[in-house]
């Protein structure tokens, strides 16, 4: 069974960067397309952004397009998810996910479509 770990998380000042990475162990991800979510507190989880197995058609949220870049690296098994411009609402704890099967060239956005999650990782924005 994949394992996913998320890192990278912290706190950053308004406007400042982030990278988080999902590093995947027990599995490859090569067959499968990712995704980033984010819960606050108090809010129901929400999808951020999330990328076809082969690195292809990128999909974002409406709230985070032009800020936030999701790639990835197959050869380490690897999900990024680089956040720039940060704002206090996007203080979250946020989680990488696995689809297994998701539809040809494309990625999906609702979280009951992912199999595999990671345990997420804390990013604060402080004002």
């Known amino acids: 069974q994949v394992q996913l770990v998320e890192s990278g998380g912290g706190l950053v000042q308004t406007g400042g960067s982030l990278r988080l990475s999902c590093a995947a162990s027990g599995g490859t991800l090569r067959a499968y397309a990712m995704g980033w979510f984010r819960q606050a507190p108090g809010k129901e989880r929400e999808f951020v952004a999330a990328i076809t197995w082969a690195g292809g058609n990128p999909s974002y949220a409406g709230s985070i397009k032009g800020r936030f870049t999701i790639s990835r690296d197959n050869t380490k098994n690897t999900v990024y998810l680089q956040m720039n411009s940060l704002k206090p609402e996007d203080t979250a704890v946020y989680y990488c996910?696995?689809?297994?099967?998701?539809?040809?060239?494309?990625?999906?956005?609702?979280?009951?479509?992912?199999?595999?999650w990671g345990q997420g990782t804390q990013v604060t924005v402080s004002s």
């Open positions: 996910a696995a689809d297994t099967a998701p539809p040809l060239m494309t990625s999906r956005q609702a979280p009951f479509e992912y199999d595999y």
